[in-house]
C-alpha cells in the first residue's frame, strides 16, 4: 500500500468513528425521549475548557445528558434505550444473509477501516452500561443527580 492509499484509509477510519459516534448518541437520544425521557446530544462537549483541536483528538465527540426522568418510565424502556446503537448493525444482516458482500473481505483498506471504525462504535461504553444495569435506580433522575452519573464522558 502506497503513503497515499493509507492515509485515505486511515481517514476514512477516523471519519467512520467520528460519524458513527455521533449516530450511536442519537440513537440513544431518538430512543429516551420516545419513552418520555428529557435529554440532549452535545457535539464536542469539552470543547470549551479543551478547544475544539484537542476535543476532536483526545476528547468526547458526542455525549447525551439527561435532564428528566419521570417516574413512570418504564425500566425496561431504558435498558432498550441503552441497547438502541445494537440498531447501528442492521445493514451487516444483509452480509449474513447473503444478499450483500462482506465490506472486511474486500480488497478496499479504506472500505475495511471504514468498517472496523463503525464496529467499534457498536460498542456499548462504560455509562451505556451503567444506565442499564441501574435503570431501577434511575427513576425520578433530575439535574440535581447529574454528577453522579452521566458526566464522566
Do not use: K
Not at 75 to 99: D, Y
Amino acid at each position: 500500500m502506497n503513503p497515499t492509499a493509507g492515509a485515505v484509509a486511515l481517514g476514512c477510519l477516523l471519519g467512520s468513528v467520528a460519524v458513527d459516534v455521533c449516530v450511536h448518541e442519537a440513537l440513544h437520544v431518538c430512543f429516551l425521549r420516545a419513552i418520555g425521557v428529557s435529554c440532549w446530544m452535545e457535539y464536542l462537549p469539552n470543547r470549551a475548557t479543551t478547544g475544539v483541536a484537542v476535543g476532536l483528538l483526545g476528547g468526547s465527540w458526542a455525549r447525551v445528558t439527561l435532564s428528566e426522568i419521570p417516574e413512570a418510565t418504564s425500566v425496561r424502556g431504558l435498558r432498550l434505550a441503552t441497547l438502541s446503537l445494537l440498531l447501528m448493525l442492521t445493514p451487516f444482516s444483509l452480509v449474513a444473509l447473503g444478499a450483500a458482500p462482506d465490506p472486511t473481505t474486500l480488497e478496499n483498506p479504506s472500505l475495511q477501516l471504514a468498517t472496523v471504525g463503525w464496529f467499534a462504535t457498536v460498542l456499548p461504553s462504560p455509562q451505556d452500561f451503567a444506565m442499564f444495569w441501574r435503570a431501577n435506580d434511575l427513576h425520578g433522575y433530575t439535574d440535581a443527580y447529574r454528577g453522579e452519573w452521566f458526566e464522566t464522558a
